[in-house]
């Protein structure tokens, strides 16, 4: 049976260890601040965002949410952001995805200034994570690296298989592993034999939003499974990519779902908005 990597404990952890840089930061008369944007009234962007602002409070971060109505102009929107660009109570920008119809979500990520883009989106973070020159990282795919870390198996040299090729998971977590010397193959909907390419995987990590499409003939015994998926079951339970009861019997570590690579997103974020605080103040950390 596989090791569970409990993602709640792991953040928990993480989280205090950034409640100390934050106190610190404090004493030195720098509080970082982060400003969530929400247009709309989508439910579960209403959940993210208050648990976005729940944990900013936990550590001590200043937060100011934003709610926009779904009629929402893109010339309002993009007017917003920069007023926020030229705050300095505000480090880190966040637009809440997905946005209504009207908006386009290229240009409004083109608009956030790169030093406070902490979902790191932006064309320029982009292509600093490429060349391995970063100073934000992606939120899920720095989650899901910090969970990886903690089964104390080394990246380096492994078979690491990605499912999903998007902008926010897929793309930026092949770039990580390959940072970290894993060798790497994303799948995706024109992959051929994706049961034996998985099979072959040291660690694979599944992004690609399908109820329990990895099964247990695709995977190798002992590997290291992490499941970024968020769905719904038959029965409309909460699920990931990833068959757990199946996989559990193979691999040798699993992220459940709840509580693996979920609580890590937003912790990752308040990372990314505690690293853009310092590097907006460094006349007074110097």
Known sequence: ???????????????????????????????????????????????????????????????????????????????????????????????????????????????ILPEKDVDAFHEQNVGKIMIGNFAFLPCTPAG????????????????????????????????????ENGTVTICHSQTKNMTEICKKADILVSAIGKPKFVTADMIQEGAIVIDVGMNHDENGKLCGDVDFEAVEKIASYITPVPGGVGPMTITMLLKNTITAAKMQNQRKLF
Do not use: W
Not at 12 to 38: C, H, M, N, Y
């Open 144 to 179: 899901v690296i910090e969970l990886i870390h903690s089964t104390g198996i080394s990246i380096a040299g492994k078979n690491c298989v990605v499912l999903g090729r998007s902008n926010i998971v897929g793309k930026p977590m092949s770039m990580l592993l390959l940072h």
């Open 1 to 111: 049976m596989a090791n569970i990597i409990n993602g709640k404990e792991i953040s928990k952890r993480i989280r205090q260890q950034l409640s100390e840089e934050v106190a610190e930061l404090k004493s030195l008369d720098i509080t970082p601040g982060l400003a969530v944007i929400i247009v709309g009234e989508d439910p579960a962007s209403k959940i993210y965002v208050r648990n976005k602002k729940l944990a900013c409070e936990e550590i001590g971060l200043f937060s100011a949410e934003f709610s926009l109505p779904a009629n929402t102009t893109q010339s309002e929107l993009i007017d917003l952001i920069e007023v926020l660009n030229q705050d300095p109570q505000i480090n880190g920008i966040l637009v809440q995805s997905p946005l209504p119809a009207g908006l386009d979500e290229a240009i409004v990520v083109h608009t």
